[in-house]
């Protein structure tokens, strides 16, 4: 990003700020719906008749998209990317720093 951000906006003082940001961004949109699912895993309870909510991964990816990414709730898939503010601050934090 960094290199493609030079290329596009030349020498200027915020290349890295910019690359920073963009980067960021794309890792998110791509990793953020898997870290969903895998939180969903690890903080599972049993329901009132003892039964996991989730069997698999597959199966907590797909109960996701059938019941929250429901077309007939005018929803898209921004269930995935629930509580992004909170995991961009934190990589953006991290990759600016390295």
């Known amino acids: 990003m960094k290199e493609n951000t030079y290329y596009f906006f030349g020498p200027i003082s915020l290349v890295r700020l910019v690359a920073t940001t963009a980067g960021v961004a794309t890792a998110m949109a791509f990793s953020m719906p898997f870290d969903t699912v895998r939180t969903r895993l690890h903080t599972m309870r049993p329901l009132p008749n003892g039964a996991m909510p989730y069997k698999d991964t597959l199966d907590c990816f797909g109960k996701i998209l059938k019941y929250e990414c429901a077309w007939e709730k ?3 898939f921004g269930s995935f990317y629930s509580g992004g503010q ?4 934190r990589l953006w934090v991290i990759a600016y720093g390295s």
């Open 74 to 76: 005018y929803n898209n």
């Open 86 to 89: 909170a995991y961009f601050a």
